[in-house]
């Protein structure tokens, strides 16, 4: 057994071993990241090289609600892959500044976290939806939700990923509901569904197929 092997016994009958770990991949019980030698995140970590980060990715808390202002919203980005952190922000800090500040999110930069397709690429624009809510900045929403959307293709195909992004993407659906304007003074949040992206994405791909066989 790769995980816990020292607790595996064989006895008459069968044998006997951790059963958290089949609960953990199955969801119904998540690990403990407390310190020690049982750290289950530990373990995993060790045997799997990069399980850490998703556990511990900024993703989960903004998706369980826990209310961040802007400096935690930025401090959480921080934390992404380099590949990331270099679209996101500058190369070192400014003169009398302790650290490199944000680049100006724009057009060129949602369009690179796209090219990056990674699960970190993700969590940025899943963090920057949420930013865009505490300083209310639609701009920033649309181009945050523009990644998410145009990112999705490629993470379907995610190994990683295969068995959980349904729930993934229904959940972050939910928590990232898109800004349309009415008026000046009227907002209505929409939530578009993953499953219409993915149908456009095939419609795209593959065409509209006739009774006769016809692309249109």
Known sequence: M??????????????ARPRKWDAYEKGTRVPNDRPGPRNAVEQAQARFPGTSRWFRSPLWRYLKKE?????????A??????PVTALLFEAEPREHEQVPRQRPFDDESARQLIALGSFDALVAAVLMAGLSEVIASPDLRERALHVYVGIQ??????????????????LIDSRCKHW???APNQRMDVVIFWQGVEAEDEQRIFGDVGEDGIDY
Do not use: C, H, N, W
Not at 2 to 15: E, F, S
Not at 77 to 82: F, G
């Open 2 to 15: 790769a995980l816990d092997g020292d607790r595996v016994r064989k006895r008459d009958t069968d044998v």
């Open 67 to 75: 209310p961040l202002d802007a400096m935690q919203f930025e401090e």
């Open 77 to 82: 980005l921080r934390t992404l892959e380099p």
């Open 180 to 182: 349309i304007y009415l």
């Open 153 to 170: 293709a490629k993470l379907r195909e995610t190994p990683l990923l295969e068995g959980i992004y349904p729930e993934l993407f229904s």
